[in-house]
């Protein structure tokens, strides 16, 4: 019943933009903390990013300071990742990640996944 769904992924060029979006359905959306998850081949999964179910809060992992900007909308059940002058090092499948918690970088704390969505940075 509980789906997310990522989009906007695609390969770009290092100082290039993109925005990533994740759909979500069959929840509560509002109540429901939302992350960002990135994975490398051959690396594993790290925290990217996190956002409370109101919006007033929000983290950073280091890497991504400065450059990404995590934001929701809860009247489209959505929620979002801008990412600024993107970087080869950015390169992942990103994944999209709900839990009814505040804002937290364990993965574990999350119940529903998406199925990611590539991010390709060239040099």
């Known amino acids: 019943q509980v789906q997310l769904v990522e989009s906007g992924g695609g390969l770009v060029q290092a100082g290039d933009s993109l925005r990533l979006s994740c759909a979500t359905s069959?929840?509560?959306?509002?109540?429901?903390?939302m992350a960002w998850f990135r994975q490398a081949p051959g690396k594993e999964r790290e925290f990217v990013t996190a956002?409370?179910?109101?919006?007033?809060?929000?983290q950073y992992a280091d890497a991504a300071k400065g450059r990404f900007t995590i934001s929701r909308n809860n009247a489209k059940n959505t929620v979002y990742l801008q990412m600024n002058s993107l970087k080869p090092e950015d390169t992942a499948v990103y994944y999209c990640?709900?839990?009814?918690?505040?804002?937290?970088?364990?993965?574990?704390?999350?119940?529903?996944w998406g199925q990611g969505t590539q991010v390709t940075v060239s040099s």
């Open positions: 069959g929840l509560t959306f509002s109540t429901y903390g």
């Open positions: 956002i409370s179910g109101s919006g007033q809060m929000s």
């Open positions: 990640a709900a839990g009814f918690v505040s804002v937290s970088y364990y993965a574990e704390r999350y119940h529903y």
